[in-house]
């Protein structure tokens, strides 16, 4: 990733990454990638950032700002899913 994934405006779809690796002998699926390599990126020194054209290595500030943001509006999509959860609950009468 650092030769081709480096700054957000080299952001590389997961589907390629995917297919590099198992083309070099690292089985993963799409789903593993997330699950593993993405996630535990997320708590290390390094950040493997995401925006809607793919993967990236954070560059710059304006890297940060757009991984930031990708993660705001993840976040306010999945509080919009917990909310009509809560709500449809409630229509029922069960408080959770």
Same mark, same amino acid.
């Given at each position: 990733?650092?030769n081709?994934?480096?700054? #957000?405006?080299?952001a =590389?779809?997961?589907? =390629?990454? =995917? &297919?590099?690796?198992? /083309? !070099?002998?690292? !089985?993963?699926?799409? !789903?593993?990638?997330q699950? @593993?390599?993405?996630? /535990?990126?997320?708590?290390?020194d390094?950040?493997?950032?995401?925006?809607?054209?793919?993967c990236?290595l954070?560059? @710059?500030?304006d890297?940060? #700002? /757009?991984?930031?943001?990708?993660? &705001? /509006?993840?976040?306010?999509?999945?509080?919009?899913?917990?909310? !009509?959860? =809560?709500?449809v609950?409630?229509?029922?009468?069960? @408080?959770?």
């Open positions: 990733m650092m081709h994934a480096l700054g #957000r405006r080299n =590389v779809p997961i589907s =390629v990454i =995917v &297919e590099y690796l198992n /083309e !070099n002998g690292i !089985n993963i699926t799409y !789903n593993q990638f699950q @593993t390599v993405l996630s /535990e990126s997320r708590g290390s390094f950040f493997i950032a995401t925006c809607n054209r793919g990236f954070i560059d @710059t500030i890297d940060a #700002r /757009e991984g930031k943001s990708f993660f &705001e /509006e993840k976040i306010a999509k999945q509080q919009a899913h917990l909310d !009509n959860l =809560v709500q609950a409630q229509n029922v009468g069960w @408080t959770i």
